[in-house]
């Protein structure tokens, strides 16, 4: 069983999209793995298999880790999402939901440039 309840609200959002392109990528191949993690990495979304698996099921998953690294994870908002930082837990929030919750802006923990 995946526990998701560590995972911002938005996040669930991206998975669906996620899930749907692994199904088709991974039925076309044939491929049996299965996923054994799922979780936020320094704001990131990240999603672990048990097995080896192939450049297209790993570009689909860079592509949605990236996507979630500029997604507010409280309103999925993509207008200016940065990296935060809150009670010792890296988030990528928007403006607002950065106030709502007392967050502080910080520097991306992958040194990309992201505009704020």
């Given amino acids: 069983m995946i526990s998701l309840f560590f995972i911002g609200i938005s996040n669930y959002d991206l998975l669906l999209r996620m899930f749907t392109e ?3 990528t991974m039925t076309e191949e044939q491929n049996s793995s299965s996923i054994s993690q799922i979780k936020e990495k320094f704001g990131e979304l990240r999603v672990y298999f048990d097995a080896e698996h192939s450049s297209k099921v ?4 860079r592509k949605y880790q990236e996507e979630s690294s500029i997604t507010c994870e409280k309103c ?3 207008d200016k999402a940065f990296f935060t930082q809150c009670e010792g837990r ?3 929030l928007c403006f607002v939901c ?12 992958y040194l990309k440039s992201f505009s704020t």
């Fill in 22 to 24: 692994l199904n088709l």
């Fill in 76 to 78: 999925g908002s993509k």
């Fill in 90 to 92: 890296i988030q990528v």
């Fill in 98 to 109: 950065k106030d709502l919750v007392g967050a502080v802006q910080i520097k991306s923990p």
């Fill in 58 to 61: 790993e570009n689909i998953l």
